[in-house]
């Protein structure tokens, strides 16, 4: 059965670096989406894109973040400067259609130190 | 704007028991509902959801809830908890207008005992 993956699965950083958080959604899904969860706190929605651009983000989701699809099957998170804050869970999804199930992959443990 | 809450952050069950998880939502109109389940170091897996029609869902593993809209409740339960069972479960709501994106719950963790 197809599924999401998630790469890495651990992350530890240095707070103010950069990290790439990369996903693989399900090969014939066009929507994508990145949740985080914060040790103890409820899963939170960051973003969701569509046809190469972002349909929707929250308020977390600032100018830090970025999220690409630089080629037909990767799916990227950046965090420009890390802050301690941003340790977290961080899931992608994807979805066939905006009104379909999305499916999550397994998540990058994002450590910042 | 959407909310879920999910009534116990645990619950504990014996092998065998009745499990019943919680959870209700606050909306303008009646979302589509889902089922998530959480096990260690995994991704979120879906349970089962709610779009229309039947409002008893059956999902997975034997799971299944009903959407109350009365209530505004969409419980999730399993008639007999097994080990494998044990994990955690988040309830979330998605709008049927526009706007994708789900809403959780805060999650129930759901221990098994023997």
């Known amino acids: 059965e197809p599924e999401v993956t998630q790469t890495p699965s651990h992350q530890v950083t240095q707070m103010g670096q950069e990290v790439i958080l990369r996903c693989v959604p399900i090969?014939?899904?066009?929507?994508f989406y990145w949740y985080r969860q914060i040790l103890g706190q409820k899963v939170e929605f960051l973003v969701s894109f569509y046809n190469n651009e972002i349909s929707e983000k929250s308020e977390i989701f600032d100018d830090q973040f970025s999220v690409e699809r630089p080629d037909g099957s990767n799916f990227t998170l950046k965090i420009r400067s890390t802050k301690l804050e941003d340790s977290a869970m961080y899931f992608c999804?994807?979805?066939?259609?905006?009104?379909?199930?999305?499916?999550f992959g397994p998540g990058t443990r994002l450590t910042v130190l | 704007a959407q909310s879920v809450t999910q009534l116990g952050s645990h619950v504990s069950v014996s092998e065998g028991a009745l499990v019943l998880l919680r959870c209700n939502y606050s909306s303008s109109v009646p979302p589509y509902l889902f089922w998530y389940v959480q096990y260690p170091n995994q991704g979120l897996q879906l349970l089962l959801k709610?779009?229309?029609?039947?409002?008893l869902v059956k999902g997975i593993n034997g799971f299944e809830a009903e959407f109350k809209k009365s209530e505004t409740s969409f419980h999730l339960t399993k008639p007999s908890a097994h080990m494998s069972d044990a994990a955690e479960y988040f309830c979330a709501v998605r709008g049927r207008a526009a706007g994708n994106k789900l809403t959780f719950g805060g999650g129930t963790r759901v221990l098994v005992k023997p």
């Open positions: 999804a994807s979805a066939v259609e905006d009104t379909d199930t999305q499916y």
């Open positions: 709610y779009t229309t029609g039947a409002t």
């Open positions: 090969s014939n899904h066009l929507y």
